[in-house]
């Protein structure tokens, strides 16, 4: 009689058990699925995350054939609690999954190399099958996108929006007269979520209980579902512009500031004016004038060649991923977005380090950007962490302002002995 077998959560997510059945590999087996991996995937789905539904959705197709008399279907082993489910990262659901393998004497089904080589070492008849790769094809999403078009805006019974335009001149149209249902989006969702497992240049940036941020090749895509929104929407953003840096206003003066040794700049302006295709531009000239170039992204989506290594949030932290970069010593380090206050003291505490640092951040002023670093760093350090804005809208370069430190009267005042340290923001 042929050993049960028994699949752990990796498989079940893929959809393998059920595949190889239905292939005839499985065929009267007896499948033995652990207590443990129906609560790890049901904690997955009540946390909106698409991986947890897709195992419960195999676990759905696994009792079909049992009922079906292709397989014997069963289910034993102790249910883990909330503090277990909790350190499931750490492994204790996997030694739960493992240990009914082990009381059975049944064969294990995974495709997580790390369960896969602690069982062989624990003794157990292990079947390792590679991490599932499914043919790359376009996504639905792909047919609301032409040459123009910045993003889609796509939710449950409302009719499809884009933003199609210039830099700088965007317009929102409609794409057709008919609302998307909560099932096309759900489609959608799901297919975004398998493009990303199958494309190498696919992953999951962030996944909260509600919201996900995928990104795949240049394009990022929001999904958010109820209880973070009030109904299913897909948001997908792509760039629509790639502009040498060459072709800005005052990128002579701008290539010269940069060639005089590591500088603290910040590309400042309002949403959509372009500032993450001026920095991808900045970021192509510093390479190209031999400098080690990096980025520090959340989520990572500026536009740049592979020799520039771009950087996200180090377990969750960017902190974590500016200590890296310190050991790395690039020459320069472009920030998209410097937003909050963490933020800007991670800029400045790079800056102040010597590397040379360029921020993008959301300005509705030149003198803005600057203002947003009151409080959070010390005022007379402004000028060593940042001495250039340069500031853009609808694409171009409209002002560059310089940072300086001295000692003077201030204007408006006679006497000599007010003299004081003076920051000067100047054209």
């Known amino acids: 009689m042929a050993q049960p077998l028994v699949p752990d959560t990796s498989v079940v997510i893929d959809g393998r058990v059920s595949a190889r059945i239905k292939a005839g590999e499985l065929q009267g087996r007896r499948i033995v699925v652990p207590e443990a991996v129906v609560a790890e995937l049901e904690a997955q789905a009540n946390h909106g995350r698409e991986i947890g539904l897709r195992g419960l959705e195999e676990l759905r197709k ?54 896969s080589r602690v069982a062989e070492a624990m003794g157990l008849d292990v079947e390792y099958v590679r991490p599932q790769r499914e043919a790359i094809r376009p996504l639905s999403l ?24 210039h830099v700088g001149d965007f317009s929102l149209v409609r794409l057709g007269e008919r609302p998307t249902s909560e099932r096309e989006l759900r489609e959608l969702s799901r297919e975004i979520y398998e493009r990303a497992k199958a494309d190498p240049d696919g992953y999951v940036e962030m996944e909260r209980m509600g919201a996900a941020i995928i990104q795949i090749g240049p394009m ?11 109904g299913l929407e897909i948001t997908a953003v792509r760039p629509v512009a790639k502009v040498s840096f060459d072709s800005y206003r005052h990128s002579s003066m701008l290539k010269t500031r940069l060639r005089e040794g590591q500088r603290g700049i910040l590309i400042a302006g309002p949403p959509g004016s372009g ?18 170039v990096k980025t520090m992204e959340s989520p990572r989506d500026l536009q740049v060649p592979p020799e520039i290594t771009q950087y996200g949030p180090l377990e969750g932290s960017m902190e974590a991923s500016a200590d890296i970069l310190l050991l790395v010593r690039p020459d320069y380090t472009i920030y998209d977005e410097v937003r ?17 640092m360029i921020g993008v951040v959301h300005a509705n002023k030149p003198i803005d950007a600057l203002q947003r670093l009151l409080g959070r760093v010390e005022l007379g350090m402004i000028p060593q962490v940042v001495d250039t804005v340069v500031f853009i809208e609808k694409g171009e370069v409209t002002k560059v302002l310089d940072v300086e430190f001295t000692v003077k009267v201030p204007s408006g005042m006679m006497e000599a002995d007010l003299a004081r340290p003076v920051i000067v923001v100047k054209d």
């Open 62 to 115: 696994l009792s079909e054939l049992a009922k079906a008399g292709r397989i014997e279907l069963e289910y034993v082993g102790i249910r883990p609690n909330l503090d277990q489910i909790k350190l499931a990262g750490g492994g204790e659901i996997d030694a739960m999954i493992r240990d009914v393998a082990l009381e059975l004497g049944a064969s294990f089904l995974t495709s997580d190399q790390v369960q």
């Open 142 to 165: 792909e047919r609301y996108f032409t040459e123009d078009t910045l993003s889609v805006h796509l939710k449950e019974s409302a009719i499809p929006m884009a933003k199609r335009g």
């Open 220 to 230: 990022r895509i929001a999904i958010a579902k109820p209880p973070f929104s009030d």
């Open 275 to 292: 500032k993450s295709t001026f920095a991808a531009g900045v970021a192509q000239h510093l390479l190209d004038c031999n400098y080690v």
């Open 340 to 356: 909050k206050t963490r933020d800007f003291q991670v800029f400045a505490d790079m800056r102040l380090a010597g590397v040379g």
